[in-house]
C-alpha cells in the first residue's frame, strides 16, 4: 500500500503528532498501526559465496546483499521511519544479546540511513568477500532456531509500537538440519514461536545446484500474512531481478488505510478494510535544521494573552461566531460536535445498475474494500455473498461514506470486482469492491462549446490510420516521473558521497524517431486533408493589439470603488485590505507603474494619493 501516514494529521500540532508516532490508536470503529519492522536473516556459510555456474555475474551472498541496499534506498526515500536490521547466520565470529554461536547482528533494528548503506556495501564483489571471510569467517555448525530467536529478541527490544514484524530469509540451503533431528525440531519450534507473536517469516530461496526443494524443511518453518495467498510459493532466484521482485512483493505496505464497520441494515453489519489504489508520489518536504549544531528543529505553538503575556491554556481559548451583531462562543465539545456528521463507516442506502454510473462522474481515485475477519465473525462469508450478488445482477451498492472522525459524509459507489487468475492459477486481480467517489451537483459544470468546423469523413478515416499505427500497450509503471527520479539519484549521491549522480532518463518525452517510423507518409497527407495550402502549424502566432481607449474607459468602469474611497484607505493606512487584481487596475486607471507585488502596488499608490 501506498503511504498513508499524512491521512491522519494530528490536529494539535506538530509536537503531538512526533510524541503519538509509531502508536497503535483504536477510535470508534476505526484504527491504525504504527511502524513497519524488517530484519534481513542472511545464511553467511560457504555455499551463498560460491558460483554454481560460468555465466552467473553474482554470487548468491553478492545477490542477497544488493538486494538489501535496495530496500534500504527506496525506505530511505519513502519510510524513513521504518526500522529495519541485517543478522548473519554460519559465521564463525558471533555477536548478539544472548551469545549463541554463530550468529553476528550486523545491524540492530533502527531507521536506514546512508551508514548503514555503504556498511554493506564493504561486502559486495571479489574483495567484499574476502573481507567478509577476514572479518567474520563461516561456518556449517549453526541452529536455525538460534537465529530465529535472536531476530525475536530483536522486535522485543523494540521500545515503540509496530504494525509488521517480518522476517525475510536469504539462503540457498533447502535443508539446513538434515541429519540433526534435534536442530531441526527446535527451528520448527521457534518458526511456530514467531507465528504466535505475529511475526512473519518469508522464504527467500536461492539457486542451488540441482535446485531448492522446499518440501524437505521450509515448508514447515515459513509462515504467511493474512493478507497474502497461502497457495503462491516462488521459485528460487538465480537473477538479482527475479530476487527484487520477490522481496518487493513481500517487502510493499498492504496495510489498510482503515477499517471500517460495513452497514448493510439496522441489525447487521460486517468489518472491512480500506485500501488506496492510487498515490500521487511527490517530494518529501524539508527538514528545518539548527545551523550550528544541523540537528532537526522542532516546532511549538503557544498562544499568550495579547495584553498580560501570560501563557494561556487550551481551556483558556473559545471560539466565537458573530451572529446578528451579536458573538456566540462556543466550547470546545461544541465546535466538535459540530464537525462530526455521524461516526466512522459505510452506510449502505440502494442498489443501481451499473450503466448509471458514467466515466464523467470520476472526481478522484478510487480506493478498494476488502473483509477483517479480524474485527468481526463472519465478514467475508457476507462480504462473499453480497460480492456475488452484485456480480450477477450487474448492480453497484450506493452508501454513504465518513472515512474518520470529523469529516464530512460523502456518497459513494461500490463497483464489484471478479477474481482473475492467470495461466498459472496465480491471483492477479482481487474479489472486492471499488469504492467510486460520486459528485455532488455542484461539482458538474456547464461547459459553453465553441462551434468548430466538423471533419469529413476522409479526414476521421485518415486519422483513424494514424492512430492506428501508433497505439500500444499502455502500462503507468512503465512512465516515472522525471523530475522525481532526478530528486531521488541527487538525495542518494549526496547520502552515499558519489562523484555525481546518476542521470534520470525521461520516459515521457516522445521517441519522435519511432513515431515518423510508424507513421510515415501518413501525416503529411493527414496535413494535406486538414490544413489549406501554404499553412504552416509551427509558424508564429500574431499579437493581439492592444485595447484602444474605449476598453480602457469599460475597465475604468469595472472599478467598484471610488477616489474618495481610495483617499479614505490611504490615511486611514487600510489600503492592504484592497485585492491584487483591484490594486493593478487602479495602477492602471491613474496611470501608476507598479510592481507585480501587492507592498509594491500599495506604496506606488500611496505615494501618488499623498502627493494630490
Given at each position: 500500500m501506498s503511504d498513508w501516514v499524512s491521512y491522519y494529521k494530528h490536529e494539535e500540532g506538530e509536537e503531538e503528532e512526533e510524541d503519538q508516532d509509531g502508536e497503535i490508536e483504536t477510535v470508534g470503529e476505526y484504527k491504525y498501526s504504527g511502524r513497519d519492522t524488517l530484519v534481513f536473516l542472511v545464511d553467511a556459510s560457504r555455499a551463498m559465496f560460491d558460483f554454481y555456474d560460468d555465466?552467473?555475474?553474482?554470487?548468491?551472498?553478492?545477490?542477497?546483499?544488493?538486494?538489501?541496499?535496495?530496500?534500504?534506498?527506496?525506505?530511505?526515500?519513502?519510510?524513513?521511519?521504518?526500522?529495519?536490521?541485517?543478522?548473519?547466520?554460519?559465521?564463525?565470529?558471533?555477536?548478539?544479546?544472548?551469545?549463541?554461536?554463530?550468529?553476528?547482528?550486523?545491524?540492530?533494528?533502527?531507521?536506514?540511513?546512508?551508514?548503514?548503506?555503504?556498511?554493506?556495501?564493504?561486502?559486495?564483489?571479489?574483495?567484499?568477500?574476502?573481507?567478509?571471510?577476514?572479518?567474520?569467517?563461516?561456518?556449517?555448525?549453526?541452529?536455525?532456531?538460534?537465529?530465529?530467536?535472536?531476530?525475536?529478541?530483536?522486535?522485543?527490544?523494540?521500545?515503540?509500537?509496530?504494525?509488521?514484524?517480518?522476517?525475510?530469509?536469504?539462503?540457498?540451503?533447502?535443508?539446513?538440519?538434515?541429519?540433526?533431528?534435534?536442530?531441526?525440531?527446535?527451528a520448527r519450534t521457534k518458526a511456530a514461536d514467531l507465528r504466535e507473536t505475529g511475526i512473519y517469516l518469508d522464504l527467500m530461496?536461492?539457486?542451488?545446484?540441482?535446485?531448492?526443494?522446499?518440501?524437505?524443511?521450509?515448508?514447515?518453518?515459513?509462515?504467511?500474512?493474512?493478507?497474502?495467498?497461502?497457495?503462491?510459493?516462488?521459485?528460487?532466484?538465480?537473477?538479482?531481478?527475479?530476487?527484487?521482485?520477490?522481496?518487493?512483493?513481500?517487502?510493499?505496505?498492504?496495510?489498510?488505510?482503515?477499517?471500517?464497520?460495513?452497514?448493510?441494515?439496522?441489525?447487521?453489519?460486517?468489518?472491512?478494510?480500506?485500501?488506496?489504489?492510487?498515490?500521487?508520489?511527490?517530494?518529501?518536504?524539508?527538514?528545518k535544521l539548527y545551523r550550528e549544531t544541523n540537528e532537526p528543529v522542532k516546532t511549538k505553538t503557544r498562544t499568550f494573552n495579547r495584553e498580560t503575556g501570560s501563557l494561556l491554556l487550551p481551556s483558556d481559548t473559545k471560539k466565537a461566531q458573530t451572529y446578528g451583531n451579536r458573538q456566540i462562543v462556543f466550547e470546545k465539545e461544541e465546535t466538535e460536535e459540530v464537525k462530526r456528521f455521524d461516526s466512522p463507516g459505510l452506510f449502505l442506502i440502494g442498489f443501481k445498475p451499473l450503466v448509471m454510473l458514467k466515466r464523467h462522474h470520476h472526481i478522484k481515485p478510487a480506493q478498494f474494500i476488502y473483509p477483517e475477519e479480524s474485527l468481526i465473525s463472519g465478514s467475508i462469508t457476507l462480504f462473499n455473498a453480497l460480492l456475488i450478488k452484485c456480480l450477477e445482477k450487474e448492480v453497484m451498492a450506493?452508501?454513504?461514506?465518513?472515512?474518520?472522525?470529523?469529516?464530512?459524509?460523502?456518497?459513494?459507489?461500490?463497483?464489484?470486482?471478479?477474481?482473475?487468475?492467470?495461466?498459472?492459477?496465480?491471483?492477479?486481480?482481487?474479489?472486492?469492491?471499488?469504492?467510486?467517489?460520486?459528485?455532488?451537483?455542484?461539482?458538474?459544470?456547464?461547459?459553453?462549446?465553441?462551434?468548430k468546423v466538423p471533419a469529413n469523413q476522409e479526414q476521421v478515416d485518415k486519422m483513424k490510420e494514424i492512430v492506428q499505427k501508433l497505439r500500444f500497450k499502455y502500462r503507468s509503471d512503465s512512465f516515472e516521473n522525471p523530475v522525481l527520479q532526478q530528486h531521488y539519484m541527487n538525495l542518494e549521491a549526496l547520502a552515499l558521497d558519489l562523484m555525481e549522480p546518476e542521470k534520470a532518463e525521461d520516459l515521457t518525452v516522445p521517441k519522435t524517431e519511432g513515431i515518423d517510423c510508424r507513421v510515415g507518409h501518413l501525416v503529411e497527407e493527414f496535413k494535406q486533408l486538414v490544413y489549406p495550402p501554404g499553412?504552416?502549424?509551427?509558424?508564429?502566432?500574431?499579437?493581439?493589439?492592444?485595447g484602444n481607449g474605449s476598453e480602457q474607459l469599460e475597465k475604468k468602469a469595472k472599478i467598484e470603488i471610488s477616489e474618495e474611497e481610495l483617499k479614505n484607505h490611504v490615511r486611514k493606512g487600510t489600503l492592504g485590505k484592497l485585492t491584487v487584481p483591484l490594486l493593478k487596475d487602479v495602477c492602471k486607471i491613474y496611470g501608476l507603474k507598479g510592481g507585480g507585488k501587492k507592498q509594491e502596488l500599495l506604496d506606488v499608490i500611496t505615494e501618488h494619493f499623498s502627493s494630490h
Open positions: 555465466d552467473d555475474d553474482l554470487a548468491p551472498f553478492d545477490m542477497t546483499i544488493q538486494c538489501i541496499q535496495n530496500v534500504y534506498t527506496n525506505k530511505i526515500i519513502s519510510h524513513d521511519r521504518d526500522l529495519v536490521g541485517v543478522v548473519f547466520y554460519g559465521t564463525e565470529q558471533y555477536k548478539n544479546s544472548v551469545d549463541f554461536e554463530h550468529i553476528y547482528v550486523l545491524q540492530d533494528l533502527d531507521n536506514p540511513g546512508a551508514k548503514r548503506v555503504l556498511e554493506l556495501g564493504k561486502y559486495k564483489g571479489e574483495q567484499g568477500r574476502a573481507l567478509f571471510r577476514k572479518s567474520f569467517g563461516h561456518s556449517s555448525d549453526y541452529s536455525l532456531g538460534e537465529a530465529l530467536w535472536v531476530c525475536s529478541n530483536l522486535f522485543s527490544e523494540v521500545r515503540l509500537k509496530m504494525s509488521h514484524k517480518r522476517v525475510m530469509l536469504f539462503t540457498n540451503d533447502d535443508n539446513p538440519h538434515g541429519y540433526d533431528s534435534v536442530k531441526a525440531k527446535f530461496h536461492l539457486k542451488k545446484p540441482g535446485g531448492f526443494d522446499i518440501t524437505l524443511f521450509y515448508r514447515d518453518i515459513i509462515n504467511t500474512a493474512e493478507d497474502e495467498d497461502l497457495g503462491v510459493q516462488f521459485g528460487e532466484s538465480s537473477k538479482l531481478e527475479d530476487l527484487m521482485k520477490k522481496v518487493r512483493a513481500k517487502e510493499t505496505r498492504k496495510r489498510a488505510l482503515s477499517r471500517l464497520n460495513f452497514y448493510l441494515g439496522k441489525d447487521m453489519s460486517l468489518a472491512v478494510g480500506i485500501y488506496n489504489l492510487v498515490q500521487k508520489a511527490f517530494k518529501q518536504p524539508p527538514v450506493v452508501c454513504r461514506y465518513i472515512s474518520r472522525r470529523n469529516t464530512p459524509p460523502r456518497f459513494i459507489a461500490l463497483v464489484p470486482q471478479e477474481e482473475v487468475l492467470d495461466e498459472q492459477n496465480v491471483q492477479i486481480a482481487p474479489p472486492g469492491f471499488h469504492l467510486i467517489f460520486l459528485p455532488y451537483a455542484d461539482d458538474k459544470r456547464n461547459i459553453d462549446f465553441t462551434e499553412y504552416n502549424p509551427e509558424g508564429k502566432a500574431t499579437k493581439r493589439k492592444r
